[in-house]
């Protein structure tokens, strides 16, 4: 399935489909590169990925 919307920031093509938290005040989706700048402002910090597949 191909999405045909873009980014209300960025205004690029979305892949993957991101919503924005309601703190943040935008209204339309976000793009995988937007909605990750936006988290990181939110939570300012080093972040360590957890659970990414790998179950040995």
Same mark, same amino acid.
């Given at each position: =399935?191909?999405? !045909?919307? #873009?980014?209300? /920031? %960025? !205004? @690029?093509? /979305?892949?993957? !489909?991101? =919503?924005? =938290?309601?703190?943040? !005040?935008?209204? @339309?989706?976000? %793009?995988?590169? %937007?909605?990750?700048?936006?988290?990181?402002?939110?939570?300012? @910090?080093?972040?360590?990925?957890? #659970?990414? @597949?790998?179950?040995?």
């Amino acid at each position: =399935m191909v999405l !045909k919307e #873009n980014c209300t /920031i %960025c !205004k @690029g093509h /979305i892949e993957k !489909k991101y =919503m924005p =938290m309601k703190e943040w !005040k935008i209204n @339309g989706p976000l %793009c995988t590169k %937007c909605y990750s700048k936006k988290i990181s402002e939110h939570y300012p @910090g080093e972040h360590v990925r957890v #659970n990414l @597949g790998d179950s040995d």
